[in-house]
């Protein structure tokens, strides 16, 4: 914008850098947080206090042939350690203001200053009733939430690399969320739970596509009148059907599958190898869309459309069609998310979901719509989910409310560019007008 | 195009019918998405489904299964109607006798309560609309003026004269401030403001749920979630006095005039003529000299404050209260109002005739649960069907087969991700 040759050319391409004034914001930032944690978290306690933290979930104690000890921390100085750690690492995206690797740095810093929050939290002496943290039954609790996220950012990721807004991803959802605990009622099986939630999900998407690619209307428009439809209908079929026929919302949770000699391994094995179907269904969507995405020919066409759909056209590729499918099958997928959701909750009732498919969404965009840093973006919304839910346990001084905010607070920080260039799909959210 | 247009010689009225005019577009819109709503009615009501059941027991079964079906959609726009607008019966009953007023009258005051935050609000989102900006944050906007107003009219205590201004005051200063965040942020950094709002409506979900449970705004002696109470002097009378029952209140003038100021904004002054330029076409706004950021911004501002002001209003006229569900979920104004404004096409006249409208589908949908048993949600439903179809206008003109040669345009209200 500085030169008027720029100006001139407004509607051409121009290539778009993050500002520096951005990056030092972040930096700035990250230096703040990490005084912050130094001050408040590491001085600021007793020098006889300390923390302990644990690695073993109290019910596969008995069965692990080996577990780690509990380590027990001095809390003062590793507070300073890791409020040292998290300036240093503001400073030097201050110092060389990087280009790349900002985002996973503040990605970093949040985690620290999570672990930071929780030494505090426990120390003993404190006011907490308890007086460690568990590592691994954070990060199993935690993978219930990340499980349901990761679902609904892979099906963001399919239908924005294909161009199209996928705002709709709460109401798949809900979607998949009502049929699946109807069909899991009735059929005492979650495969068929999945299937039905596959279809239902299928169908939401296809109504996007359907609105948006055919009729070429407003993606964003379309997708919230979907939520808002889909969450009053989920209300009101509620209130019409489980009401008076309770037998079709019985609330049976899918129980959890261990792989045999891998989930005796610590940390690890809970967190990956003692889980539900769903989780190992989810391990795999990620491989496979990633690879679909950037590995194939028809992700190769995807992105095309994606980025510029009068070029694919050129090319002989189906725009409307490349969209169809992948709107639907994004769909889909969220609504098998749903189902995942509805077999750790059991029952279903109306906004169960509360507002879990925005956050996908937000996780996606904090990945910049690739697979890969979706699902990291995922972990770190879904532990800060879990924590804000369950950290009244610790008795901290900080009221949940506040803490709730935290993933949305981020997701801003994000969108704003200030912790690294986001850019979607150059085409995402514009209807494909042949010709 | 337009030319071509203007110089076509003025049309019969009925062969408007077939024509692609927005109201009709709109009026057919609506019965879709009443016919929608008779679908879900047939298919989910166990009454209807048992009578369809019997399909084949007897010759008189399937004219008795479309009897039933239709007794029971009937009976649900039935007493939508009469719950909303006016019971004829009722009428006749006060205009032989002269008594019973305060009954009959209570349907149509109870939508025009419900009416008067909703204009507000879908004032706002209706400008920010025109100028290519998507405010989903409404809803939290409203929960943040709804807090502020809520704050001064109960802990700040003066005379009525000047207490009713000061809360009203308070509560559209949450909106700006709330509405600036994603305005400035845009403006800014370019950060999308559909996500921006989102998440900031969630942020302000929380701060409504830690504001309420504050020492400083909870109820005293209560350990829910709720706020004190107004003060007598901040809050907007009923309009026919407290004795007549009639809720619809003096927040009805505030409503007036904001739909006044969004008319003179919007078709009379050179700002609302910048909004509108960079709405239809930023790069010719940007060329023309405009300066888009603070266009952004002030639009951002516009639109909060009245979407704060909005819920201040709905504490002042109705409850005089909050509490940690105020405005969440699906009866959130906010989130009716993107679907209001939509309807009425941006327009504040469109605006207020669409907000009684869904006003009427929101309060007569009380009136069907209590009589028929069919949940209130079925409104909410038949809300979000008109506007889909709204927004697909190709798709309505091509199931009623109007004239007209298919749009081969695109209009949109939102950008994607990208710009």
Not at chain 1, 334 to 342: K, M, R, S, T
Not at chain 1, 343 to 359: E, K, V, W
Not at chain 2, 387 to 394: D, G, H, K
């Amino acid at each position: 914008m500085s030169a008027g040759i720029t100006e001139a050319r407004a509607d051409a391409p121009v290539v778009r850098k993050v500002p520096r004034g951005r990056t030092r914001v972040i930096g700035v930032i990250m230096v703040v947080i990490g005084l912050f944690t130094l001050v408040a978290f590491g001085l600021n306690t007793s020098s006889k206090a300390h923390s302990a933290l644990t690695f073993s979930p109290v019910d596969i104690i008995s069965n692990a042939p080996w577990h780690l000890g509990t380590l027990t921390l001095l809390t003062l100085w590793t507070n300073v350690v890791l409020g040292l750690v998290m300036t240093a690492i503001g400073i030097e995206v201050l110092w060389r203001q990087p280009r790349r690797g900002v985002m996973g740095r503040f990605g970093l810093v949040s985690v620290l200053f999570l672990l930071a929050l929780l030494f505090w939290a426990v120390r003993t002496p404190g006011p907490s009733q308890v007086s460690f943290i568990d590592l691994t039954s954070i990060l199993v609790g935690s993978s219930e939430v990340t499980m349901v996220l990761i679902f609904g950012s892979l099906s963001g990721v399919m239908c924005e690399r294909a161009g199209v807004v996928n705002i709709a991803i709460e109401g798949q959802f809900i979607a998949g969320a009502f049929v699946g605990a109807m069909v899991a009622s009735t059929t005492n099986n979650y495969f068929y739970a999945a299937i039905g939630g596959l279809v239902a999900g299928g169908i939401i998407g296809w109504i996007l596509a359907f609105l948006a690619v055919r009729y070429l209307s407003d993606q964003i428009i379309v997708g919230v009148v979907l939520v808002t439809m889909l969450s009053s209908l989920s209300s009101y079929l509620n209130l019409q059907i489980f009401t008076p026929y309770p037998n079709l919302n019985t609330g049976n949770v899918l129980g959890n599958f261990a792989i045999p000699l891998l989930d005796k391994i610590p940390i690890i094995g809970p967190v990956f190898f003692n889980q539900s179907a769903f989780f190992y269904l989810m391990l795999l969507l990620i491989g496979a869309v990633s690879f679909a995405l950037f590995k194939t020919r028809y992700g190769l066409h995807v992105r095309a459309v994606g980025e510029h759909p009068h070029a694919a056209a050129t090319v002989g590729i189906n725009v409307a069609r490349v969209r169809y499918i992948n709107v639907v099958l994004g769909g889909a997928i969220a609504g098998v998310g749903g189902v995942a959701f509805i077999s750790q909750q059991g029952q279903f009732q109306p906004g169960i979901t509360s507002g879990l498919g925005y956050i996908a969404l937000a996780a996606m965009i904090f990945g910049r719509w690739r697979p890969s840093g979706a699902v990291v973006a995922c972990v770190l919304f879904g532990m800060s989910v879990y924590l804000a839910d369950n950290l009244q346990t610790y008795n901290i001084p900080i009221s949940t409310e506040i803490l709730t905010m935290f993933p949305y607070i981020i997701t801003i920080f994000v969108v704003s560019g200030l912790v690294g260039r986001v850019r979607a799909p150059a085409a995402d959210g514009q209807p494909y007008l042949a010709g | 195009m337009s030319e071509q247009l203007a110089t076509r010689p003025p049309r019969h009225f009925l062969r408007r019918i077939g024509s692609q005019d927005p109201i009709v577009v709109a009026s057919l819109a609506l019965l879709l998405g009443f016919v929608v709503g008779a679908l879900i009615i047939i298919t989910t009501t166990p009454a209807v489904l048992d009578a369809w059941r019997g399909l084949f027991h007897s010759w008189g079964a399937p004219g008795h299964a479309i009897k039933v079906s239709f007794d029971n959609v009937g009976a649900a726009y039935r007493t939508m109607f009469t719950g909303s607008i006016i019971d004829p019966q009722s009428f006749w009953h006060s205009l032989t006798t002269g008594k019973g007023w305060d009954t009959t009258l209570t349907p149509i005051s109870e939508t025009l309560t419900y009416a008067t935050p909703l204009v507000i609000v879908s004032i706002g989102v209706g400008i920010a609309f025109q100028t290519g900006i998507f405010n989903i944050g409404a809803n939290g906007q409203a929960v943040l003026g709804g807090i502020m107003g809520t704050a001064a009219g109960s802990m700040v205590h003066m005379p009525t004269v000047l207490h009713i201004p000061f809360t009203l005051a308070a509560g559209l200063a949450g909106g700006v401030i709330s509405g600036a965040v994603p305005g400035v942020l845009k403006a800014l950094t370019g950060a999308h403001e559909v996500i921006v709002t989102i998440m900031f409506n969630y942020v302000l979900y929380a701060f409504l749920l830690f504001a309420v449970l504050s020492t400083a705004l909870q109820q005293p002696g209560q350990q829910n979630d709720i706020s004190r109470t107004l003060d007598p002097s901040a809050q907007l009378a009923p309009l026919f006095g407290v004795g007549s029952g009639l809720r619809v209140s003096y927040g009805v003038f505030v409503a007036i005039a904001v739909v006044l100021f969004a008319w003179w904004l919007l078709d009379r002054s050179s700002l609302g003529f910048e909004f509108r330029v960079t709405g239809a076409n930023p790069q010719a706004a940007r060329a023309s000299g405009m300066n888009a950021r603070v266009i952004v911004i002030v639009v951002f501002l516009i639109s909060g404050g009245l979407a704060g002001l909005a819920g201040v209003v709905q504490v002042a006229s109705t409850t005089h209260y909050i509490d940690g569900e105020f405005l969440i979920g699906n009866a959130g104004i906010g989130f009716t109002a993107i679907t209001v404004a939509l309807l009425g096409r941006n327009r504040p006249m469109g605006i207020v005739w669409s907000s009684l409208l869904f006003a009427a589908l929101g309060v007569g949908g009380r009136a069907m649960q209590a009589t028929t048993g069919i949940p209130l949600d079925l409104a909410t439903v038949i809300q979000s069907a008109v506007v889909l179809f709204v927004a697909t206008p190709v798709l309505v003109k091509e199931i009623f087969r109007l004239r007209g040669a298919p749009s081969q345009t695109i209009e949109l209200a939102t950008k994607g991700w990208s710009t």
